[in-house]
C-alpha cells in the first residue's frame, strides 16, 4: 500500500497496488482501491472497452477524500481481467444493432454478477454504484437485481435498454467498427481518431493527453474480440425502463448535452423512470469525463451518496 498527496488540496489518500479477485466463476477481476476501507464502499463501472484506469486516479482520490473507499476494476474482457471465450463476428454485432435475434457470449446481468461477486470478494455487503455508459447500464442492472446491495446509484452518460432513446449518431458507426492493425502506434491512431468524435467539444483534450491515454490503455491490455463481446451484452439488452421505476434508490443522472455516443435522451430517459433520481446535464460534455469537471462530478457524486444516509 502507498500514500500521497495530491497538489490540489486533497489529503493524504491511501492507494493500493492493483490486485486480482479470483471469482465463483472463473473470471479473475483486477481491481485497485482508494481511502480507507473503513469509509462507505463507492464502486466504479467503466464502460464500453474500458479498463478502469479511465475512472482518472485524481477523479478516485477526490472521492475517497470525501470520505469513500472507493473501488475501481476492469470488466471482463478489458485491461488485465479475465479474458472471455465467444467468437463474435462484425455481422453478428450488425445483425444485433438491427434488432435480430442473436445469442451474445454473456449479458449485462453476467457483467452486474462479476460487480456482486468482487464486493463479496472484499467482505462488502453493499456499496454507493457509479457507471459510466456501458458501466451506467451494469449498475442499474445491479441496482434492479438486488437492490439491498446498491445505497445510492449514479448513471453517467448511459441509457435504459430502451432503443427509442439513447441512440448512438449514425456517423460513427464506420470509425467504430473499423478493424485497427494490431500495433501499439495502430491502437492509438484509431483511439485518437474515436475520441475525436465523441468526446466533449466543450472541454477537448490535446492531442498529447489522448496519445498518453491511449498509450496507456493498450499497455494494461486490449483486446478487439473483448469489445466486440462487450457490444453484444450492451445491444441485446433488455428494456429496464419498467424495472427502474420499482427503485426507491437515491439516483444521480449525468449527460453531457453533446453526447454522440449515446444521445442525451437516454439520460432523461432513465431520470424520468428513477423516482426522486437527480438530472444533471452538462452543455459542451461529450462521451467522455473531462479533466475540467472532476470537482463538479465528485462533489456531485459524494452529494448523492450523502443521500442513502
Known sequence: MSSRTEP?????????AELVAPLPTG???CYQTFGDPDDEPM???MGLGGPMTWW????????AARGYYVIRYDNRDT???TRSEGHVTRSAVLRAFLGLPVRPPYSLGDLADDAFALLDHLGIESAHVAGVSMGGMIAQTMAIAAPERVRSLVSIMSSTGRRSVGWQHPSLAPTLLAQRGPSRDAYVAGALK???LIGSPGYAPTDEELR???????????SPEGVLRQMMAVLTQTDRTARLRSLHVPTLVVHGLADKMVHVSGGR?????IPGAELVLVDGMGHDLPHALFESFANAIARTARRAG
Open 269 to 273: 430517459a432513465t431520470a424520468a423512470a
Open 194 to 196: 474515436v475520441w475525436r
Open 79 to 81: 485491461g488485465r481481467s
Open 56 to 63: 482518472d486516479a485524481q477523479l478516485c482520490e477526490m472521492l
Open 8 to 16: 490540489e488540496g486533497l489529503s493524504d489518500v491511501t492507494i493500493s
Open 27 to 29: 473470471v479473475e477481476i
Open 212 to 222: 498518453s491515454r491511449a498509450g496507456d490503455t493498450y499497455d494494461r491490455g486490449v
Open 43 to 45: 464502486l466504479l463501472v
